[in-house]
T-cell receptor
Framework: SQQGEEDPQALSIQEGENATMNCSYK?????LQWYRQNSGRGLVHLILIRSNEREKHSGRLRVTLDTSKKSSSLLITASRAADTASYFCATDALDDKIIFGKGTRLHILP | DAGVIQSPRHEVTEMGQEVTLRCKPI?????LFWYRQTMMRGLELLIYFNNNVPIDDSGMPEDRFSAKMPNASFSTLKIQPSEPRDSAVYFC??????????????FGPGTRLTVL
């Protein structure tokens, strides 16, 4: 079964707006990662947040982690057309393997 | 660095044929992963290697699938015989460390396999 599940499955926003995607998971984790996948390409690592961290920033990306709710959010501020992609969270399972969710498809409208 | 290299990028074959997908990880990386991505099932881990040794192949769907890593710079994923339900995009990824949860995975561009 999936360890992490993204929500929503798809999201369309206007360029310049902020985009928020969520990831929920079932069991305790050590780390959570977010990846981006552009159409027809492989996944690209965006950011890692450890279980003892609550928030992390990287450029226009802001990731939060709430271990009590077993959830994480990815915020992209001031979205651009180039942000159109699918976004995946990846969590470590009990055996230390990384498991990917099914992703959120983000579409930035001009 | 050229990144993770996969070949071929596209493969169309007929049911029953043998398919071999190839991957060259980033030089110096110690772990290699094979994934399969479909709309229905998302991204599934098939198998991963640490230092060329298969560690976990529990994701390999059937005996028709096999993977090898004869050296640190090359791995193959073979499907024999192929079936239409094997149609998917197959990704190879590598990490610098030994597949720990903190490792960043570097993905190749994928091989889009279509089995007719």
């Amino acid at each position: 079964s999936q360890q992490g599940e993204e929500d929503p499955q798809a999201l369309s926003i206007q360029e310049g707006e902020n985009a928020t995607m969520n990831c929920s998971y079932k069991t305790s984790i050590n780390n959570l990662q977010w990846y981006r996948q552009n159409s027809g390409r492989g996944l690209v690592h965006l950011i890692l947040i450890r279980s003892n961290e609550r928030e992390k920033h990287s450029g226009r990306l802001r990731v939060t982690l709430d271990t009590s709710k077993k959830s994480s959010s990815l915020l992209i501020t001031a979205s651009r057309a180039a942000d159109t992609a699918s976004y995946f969270c990846a969590t470590d399972a009990l055996d230390d393997k990384i498991i990917f969710g099914k992703g959120t498809r983000l579409h930035i409208l001009p | 660095d050229a990144g993770v290299i996969q070949s071929p990028r596209h493969e169309v074959t007929e049911m029953g044929q043998e398919v071999t997908l190839r991957c060259k990880p980033i030089s110096g990386h110690n772990s290699l992963f094979w994934y399969r991505q479909t709309m229905m099932r998302g991204l599934e881990l098939l198998i991963y290697f640490n230092n060329n040794v298969p560690i976990d192949d529990s994701g390999m769907p059937e005996d028709r699938f096999s993977a090898k890593m004869p050296n640190a710079s090359f791995s193959t994923l073979k499907i024999q015989p192929s079936e239409p339900r094997d149609s998917a995009v197959y990704f190879c990824a590598s990490t610098p460390g030994l597949a720990g949860a903190e490792d960043t995975q570097y993905f190749g561009p994928g091989t889009r396999l279509t089995v007719l």
